[in-house]
């Protein structure tokens, strides 16, 4: 089954204990596994000294999270350099590729996240199609044809938006990505040590 996801967004001048009422109850709806969390949080994990990011995080880790992002993903002429827009998963192991899109023409980069999720074993009894190929090759090359289009989508003549760079992600996943013909398979690829990049 797929991970179930959920989106936060907090005020950069919200209440600190009003959001932690929310995010505890938001987790009390949310699985033990597969669950992803993202958003704005506007805590800043780069300021290891802030007591509000410090509380963050310990209430990430009490609830199983671990955030994908480490780097910065907010900044602007008023303030330094910040990391406030995370993604937040209780399934580390099914992390592929985890980032940033550095330059985009806007105060927040687009955070980003490739989840590989194993299949149940009754679906794989009754045979997997496979629309898509993520190996190695395919998605150093959606990553870097991203990063070659970065200047298209920080054009200062253009205002870039969610949708604009939304609409280049899934283009791009599908050139480089999706298969010409499906693939009926009753072995799950991800569970299969010997499938190498190369192969797939």
């Known amino acids: 089954s797929s991970g179930i996801n959920a989106e936060y967004g907090r005020p950069p001048n919200g209440d600190s204990g009003d959001f932690e009422i929310e995010f505890n ?8 596994d597969k ?25 990430m880790l009490s609830n199983g999270l671990f955030p994908l992002i480490s780097i910065p993903t907010h ?3 008023e303030s330094n350099a910040s990391c406030i827009d995370n993604i937040l998963t209780n399934n580390i192991e099914a992390v592929f590729q985890s980032g940033v899109i550095q330059d985009f023409g806007s105060h927040h980069k687009p955070i980003v996240a490739i989840f590989k999720f194993s299949t149940p074993g009754k679906q794989i009894k009754t045979g997997q199609i496979q629309y898509y190929s993520y190996s190695k090759k395919n998605v150093d090359s ?3 044809e991203l990063v070659n289009k970065k200047h298209e989508l920080s054009d200062k003549n253009i205002s870039p938006t969610f949708e604009t760079f939304f609409e280049t992600f899934r ?13 009926v398979s009753k072995r799950n690829a991800v569970t299969n040590p010997w499938i190498t990049d190369s192969i797939a």
């Open 171 to 183: 283009t791009t996943i599908d050139k480089h990505c999706k298969l010409e013909k499906p693939k």
């Open 142 to 144: 959606v990553f870097q």
């Open 35 to 59: 669950s992803i969390v993202l958003g704005d949080f506007n805590f800043d994990l780069l300021k290891s000294t802030s007591p509000g990011a410090d509380k963050f995080e310990n209430l």
């Open 75 to 77: 900044s602007s002429k």
């Open 25 to 32: 109850h938001l987790q009390s709806l949310l699985p033990r």
